[in-house]
């Protein structure tokens, strides 16, 4: 079956740091590659997604390539702000019929000015 | 911007007690879907739901648990009788289309069962 395993947490940076949260996947079939993050007494939000090999999602500075040589979807940012102090979870979703998710543990991240 | 709003935001019940969580989807979703995720693990999958069925369910979904969505606005997870391993953060979601669309999350409701 779909599994997602994300690098354990918590991880803390100062601001300004390069940011890189691994991501890898098994699965079986094509399936589309997202990063969801979670905000202090939010809900998940989509951060950003690939649907293919080789695609690349971007969105508020941060940027995940789906490798499927490598079966993995690593979140990067260049320069981290306090502001993106929150939990991120790898996921990816099946693409056929319901497209229900498979999530990593998610990786809480705190910057510190 | 249109979100998914889930109550209770934290639930403290008693084991062998009944719960219902509620969420509230966006309007013109047409799959929903109920996630839970137990403190320092992986968010799992529940249920998925669409044209008033179950169109999905893990083996997490036992017969203790039902959904139901009785007036096609409210989306409601009910747990019949709690145990304390239910003890989690539940998650609502929706989607507009079948494939390739966002799924939108609730803030999640915290379940404590004592």
């Known amino acids: 079956g779909n599994s997602v395993t994300q690098m354990e947490g918590p991880v803390t940076l100062s601001e300004e740091a390069f940011l890189t949260i691994n991501c890898t996947y098994t699965?079986?079939?094509?399936?589309?590659l997202f990063w969801y993050v979670q905000y202090p007494g939010e809900g998940l939000q989509l951060l950003l997604k690939a649907t293919k090999a080789d695609d690349k999602g971007s969105n508020k500075g941060f940027e995940a390539t789906y490798r499927k040589e490598t079966t993995s979807f690593h979140l990067e940012k260049g320069s981290v702000q306090v502001s993106d102090s929150a939990v991120y979870f790898c996921?990816?979703?099946?693409?056929?019929?319901?497209?229900?998710?498979?999530f990593g543990t998610g990786t809480r991240l705190t910057i510190i000015p | 911007e249109p979100e998914v709003t889930q109550t209770p935001s934290h639930q403290v019940t008693q084991m062998g007690q009944e719960v219902i969580l509620r969420c509230v989807p966006i309007?013109?979703?047409?799959?929903f879907y109920w996630y839970r995720q137990i403190l320092g693990q992986k968010v799992e999958f529940l249920v998925s739901?669409?044209?008033?069925?179950?169109?999905?369910k893990s083996e997490i979904f036992d017969d203790q648990f039902s959904v139901e969505r009785p007036d096609g606005s409210n989306f409601t997870l009910k747990i019949r009788s709690t145990k304390l391993e239910d003890s989690a953060m539940y998650f609502c979601?929706?989607?507009?289309?079948?494939?390739?669309?966002?799924?939108?999350f609730g803030q999640g409701t915290r379940l404590t069962v004592v």
């Open positions: 996921a990816l979703g099946s693409n056929f019929g319901n497209e229900k998710l498979t």
């Open positions: 979601a929706g989607r507009q289309g079948a494939v390739n669309t966002e799924a939108f």
């Open positions: 739901f669409y044209n008033n069925e179950i169109s999905e």
């Open positions: 309007s013109n979703h047409l799959y």
């Open positions: 699965a079986t079939g094509y399936p589309s």
